[in-house]
């Protein structure tokens, strides 16, 4: 693609401004519309460390910084007013992102200052709150740091969602194929079966996300949050620094 005019102005647009407009404008979306799904949350950020590694974008862009950064703020608000929920959703986005990108960032002293540090202890101390599959993102991403980001690190759909597509085809096959002696779901008219399929298995895959650090000695995750509490000491004592800002 070539750089060209924008329309209306003089300025050169060009593929990787253009990335960069579209991901700063669609994180903010996701801030002010907290009943976006979270599969549309993780598959954004996604997307951005992709780009970050394809070399489109820099994982320490200023408007996607100052994008991420209104994400821990609004996530932050959300915890602190008892929604979970979005909250969860933004932390294990930005961790995730984090995780993925963090390598590339460490070849720099001044990202790491700048942004890598101050996020890592931003989503440290947003996960006191959340729950354990949102510490879970935090775990990864400081082990993922100790150990000098080795492994791999991706998204994959958890078992619970699977089962719950194998009940929900178990109706479907029960309805075409069953015997109604043997199995009373076949004898359910139509929309019934409809209702229970959409009731068992009606989100995303997505929804379901979990992250996955494939590597040789890869450590479990405490069952306490001992890790979290010495992390967050190790900070400077400043609440600014603790919080990451």
């Known amino acids: 693609m070539k750089a060209c005019k924008q329309l209306g102005s003089s300025e050169i647009l060009t593929l990787t ?11 903010c979306e996701i801030a002010q519309a907290q009943s976006l799904p979270r599969r549309k949350v993780l598959a954004l950020f996604n997307f951005m460390a992709e780009l970050c590694w394809a070399n489109y974008v820099s994982p320490s862009e200023h408007v996607i910084h100052q994008a991420i950064i209104f994400l821990l703020d609004t996530a932050r608000a959300c915890s602190n007013a008892g929604q979970n929920d979005p909250a969860s959703w933004y932390v ?4 995730y992102f984090v995780a993925k990108v963090g390598e590339i960032m460490m070849l720099n002293p001044l990202e790491v200052f700048n942004v890598l540090d101050p996020l890592s202890a931003r989503v440290a101390c947003l996960a ?3 729950p354990r ?13 100790q150990r000098l980001w080795r492994g791999a690190l991706y998204l994959s759909v958890s078992s619970n969602y699977w089962q719950e597509w194998a009940r929900s085809r178990l109706v ?7 015997d109604p002696r043997a ?9 019934a079966c409809q209702a229970i399929r959409k009731f068992m298995c009606e989100r995303n895959a997505f929804d379901a996300a979990e992250v996955v650090w494939k590597i040789a000695d890869e450590p479990d995750m405490p069952f306490t949050d001992d890790w979290l509490k010495d992390f967050i000491e190790q900070l400077p ?4 620094a603790r919080e990451g800002r």
């Open 133 to 145: 599959r949102t510490m879970r993102f935090i775990w990864i991403l400081l082990q993922r740091r």
């Open 128 to 130: 006191r709150q959340l």
């Open 172 to 178: 479907l096959v029960a309805h075409a194929k069953g």
């Open 92 to 95: 294990e986005g930005c961790a």
């Open 183 to 191: 199995c009373p779901l076949a004898a359910l008219p139509w929309p």
């Open 17 to 27: 401004s253009a990335l960069k407009e579209a991901l700063a404008c669609r994180l």
């Open 237 to 240: 004592a400043t609440p600014k």
